[in-house]
């Protein structure tokens, strides 16, 4: 059974003031384009896992701090790539101001990325996980989040960074980028391929087009009239047309194994976007898959830890 938020339906039959409308949307812009850092609440050492704090550079320059959690006798590596708004880390919807966020559409649990390192040293991965720029302990530049036109800069700074570290420039390389991060390593491939040709699968969850969680949010506040307006808001704040913020075109790019999935309710966007998004990419070999039985987005980003079994088939079958 399917766990229904009510959220929506009682936003619709509050009337706001023009005042009120303007002030909601200008948050939404600010939430998209200039999010809250989350914090660091865990370490590998948690999980018993051995790391190394490392740093790099982003291709442009910007400072990234991350994680390399080493595996013995390895040559297999996957690169962590985080969602929007997250860290390395993962997100506390559990603590305040996070929780208030996100509790009306059932997203005020914690994800713990921890777990999944676990999984994956255990199964015989080395991993690197890192923040991108403007979340985590990463740094800025624009300080503007861009849903991966912007951030596809570090997901080549953290390739550049392995290809020229004695211990890890022979390592095999799988990507496991979640929705601003497989935003971003699609905006990647489109923009940088020679960077990708010895990369040799890729898992990417729950990617989204800016369009369609802003018309979300909007319906959810009884304004779903008012999208012209927030448009312009965003081109303000960010420089950017809101439709060129998804990476729908750029999936035509992705030429390498990818496995795709989300929740098929999540209350924050629609099936038909990752489907969209799914449905360009160019790779003959590619699978995609819903999670079923919630309404939650989280729920999408817990699922590894929950049900590794396919990624770890996937990973295993493309990194042999």
């Known amino acids: 059974m399917y766990k229904t938020i009510s959220m929506e339906n009682q936003l619709k039959n509050t009337v706001l003031s023009n005042d009120e409308v303007k002030q909601k949307i200008q948050h939404m812009v600010d939430g998209l384009g200039k999010p809250r850092r989350s914090p660091i609440l865990h370490t590998p050492a948690e999980q018993g896992l051995e790391f190394e704090d490392v740093f790099f550079q982003s291709l442009d320059g910007v400072p990234l701090e991350g994680w390399f959690m080493p595996a013995e006798g390895s040559d297999k590596l996957i ?8 860290s390395r880390a993962g997100f506390p919807a559990h603590l305040e101001p996070w929780r208030s966020a996100f509790a009306g559409t059932g997203n005020d649990f914690e994800i713990n990325f921890i777990l999944d390192f676990k999984i994956l040293h255990d199964a015989g991965y080395n991993i690197l996980a890192y923040d991108l720029r403007n979340f985590g302990h990463s740094g800025s530049k624009s300080g503007i989040v861009t849903n991966g036109i912007f951030e596809s800069r570090d997901v ?3 390739l550049i960074y392995v290809r020229n570290r004695k211990d890890m420039k022979h390592m095999r390389i799988g990507l ?6 497989a935003s971003s390593t699609i905006f990647a491939m489109h923009k940088y391929p020679e960077y990708f040709k010895d ?6 969850p729950q990617p989204l087009s800016v369009r369609v969680i802003m018309e979300r949010e909007l319906e959810m506040n009884g304004i779903s009239d008012r999208i012209t307006e927030l448009e312009q808001a965003l081109l303000i704040s960010t420089g950017f047309h809101i439709d060129q913020l998804t990476a729908r075109d750029a999936a035509k790019s992705v030429t390498i194994p990818t496995l795709m999935y989300g929740v098929h ?3 924050l966007v629609r099936p038909e976007d990752i489907e969209s998004i799914y449905t360009n990419i160019a790779a003959k070999d590619k699978q995609f898959f819903w999670i079923e039985g919630t309404t939650s987005r989280w729920e999408g980003y817990a699922y590894f830890a929950k049900n590794p ?6 990973f295993a079958t493309y990194m042999k």
Not at 199 to 204: G, K, M, R
């Open 199 to 204: 990369i040799l699968c890729l898992v990417a």
């Open 176 to 181: 496991f980028s979640r929705c601003l991060g």
């Open 156 to 158: 080549i700074g953290s």
């Open 265 to 267: 309710r999540d209350l």
């Open 309 to 314: 079994g396919v990624i770890l088939d996937w």
């Open 79 to 86: 690169i962590v790539n985080h969602p929007m708004g997250f």
